[in-house]
């Protein structure tokens, strides 16, 4: 007899005493795997993530990492914004990226991920400047989990590279509006990184990833250790910039990396993941809705705003379909839908707080 798939059902959400004629808020619904239909590689992964999560905490599996802050409560886009600045907002909080390379906006996952390595790296070592590592091999497969065999990873390492350049040679616009700590108008502009030295040899190294396929095991330089004397011979690294350095250190958000990389089959759940993170923190009390054209400047990226009925009602499908996800490793994250937005209600923080971040202090 075949084994039955495993069932997640996501958690039934608290309801409210609804007074006479107001709409009941609605229960995130069943996540039914027991179809025969194979089952993306992706989705497994989430899956199994939340099995481990429910045996081992992050910070005893070795799997706490964390995320700046500016890129949780305002997130880069899904797909190439083909222009040189992208804006996006979250009630006083105003994010833009101006592109200082000449490829463009960083967009998609491999700039999410490097950015939970950067952060999570800068708090490991506190240090601004962000080696490589003494492999690329170890970069690759640890934190971005790409793999040396088989036609997906083609192509992969010329992109992370791509995404790299993009993403390192971003100028950051940070602008508040009255409403931290009553200071009236603030505007921060901050380079993430003051330098970034990326080697035409491990560059070069970057492009063996896409005929790893196809090219013998012990023949992949890429995935091949280094011996202890080429160790000090890697030269690419990230140099941050003291701001961003000071707001990663001072104020991060504690993420469990084996949820987060599961979910990047889906970049809209990534983001939605780290925000109900840093936001279950500190929510104490039942929050008013937060109405779904604002969750669509923050998260919504690529949606026409010719019609913006229909892009809100195309972002809320989209955003419900991330949230499911993410609930599946995320399962107590308390959450009630209503048709004008979402409500946060108290809930445990996904990794318990470290003392740090919290959203006490000012970016940047």
Request: hydrophobic share 35%.
């Amino acid at each position: 007899m075949p084994t039955a798939r495993k069932t997640t059902t996501t958690k039934k959400v608290r309801k409210e005493n609804d007074s006479a004629g107001k709409a009941k808020p609605q229960a995130l619904t069943t996540v039914d795997y027991r179809s025969n239909a194979p089952l993306p590689r992706w989705i497994n992964e989430v899956i199994s993530a939340q099995l481990a999560i429910d045996q081992e905490d992050a910070k005893s599996a070795g799997s706490l990492g964390f995320m700046a802050r500016a890129l949780v409560i305002a997130t880069m886009p899904y797909k190439d914004p083909k222009s040189d600045a992208y804006v996006r907002s979250n009630g006083d909080f105003r994010l833009r990226i101006v592109a200082g390379y000449e490829g463009g906006i960083p967009y998609g996952i491999y700039p999410r991920l490097l950015m939970s390595w950067v952060t999570t790296e800068a708090v490991r070592s506190q240090t601004p400047v962000i080696e490589l590592g003494d492999s690329l091999r170890g970069f690759l497969r640890d934190v971005l989990e790409l793999r040396s065999s088989g036609g997906g990873a083609r192509g992969s390492g010329t992109r992370v590279a791509e995404q790299m350049k993009r993403l390192f040679g971003s100028l950051v616009t940070a602008q508040y509006t009255g409403s931290l700590d009553k200071r009236g108008f603030v505007l921060r502009n901050i380079l993430i990184a003051d330098d970034m030295e990326l080697s035409e040899e491990d560059q070069r190294k970057f492009k063996t990833l896409e005929k790893s396929a196809d090219v013998p095991t012990e023949e992949r330089q890429l995935w091949t250790p280094q011996a202890k004397h080429e160790a000090g011979q890697w030269r690419s690294h990230v140099r941050l910039s003291n701001r961003f350095y000071e707001e990663c250190v001072s104020n991060p958000v504690p993420i469990d990396l084996r949820a987060y990389k599961s979910l990047r089959g889906n970049p809209l759940a990534m983001d939605v993941y780290t925000w109900l993170s840093y936001r279950m923190s500190y929510t104490h009390h039942r929050t008013k809705p937060i109405r779904w054209e604002s969750l669509m400047m923050q998260f919504g990226s690529g949606f026409s705003t010719v019609d913006l009925g229909q892009a809100v009602r195309d972002f809320k499908k989209a955003f419900l379909r991330a949230l499911k996800l993410v609930h599946i490793v995320y399962p107590q994250a308390n959450i009630e839908i209503n048709e004008n937005g979402l409500v946060l209600l108290p809930s445990r923080p996904h990794v318990l707080p470290n003392g740090s971040g919290g959203g006490q202090r000012s970016l940047f």
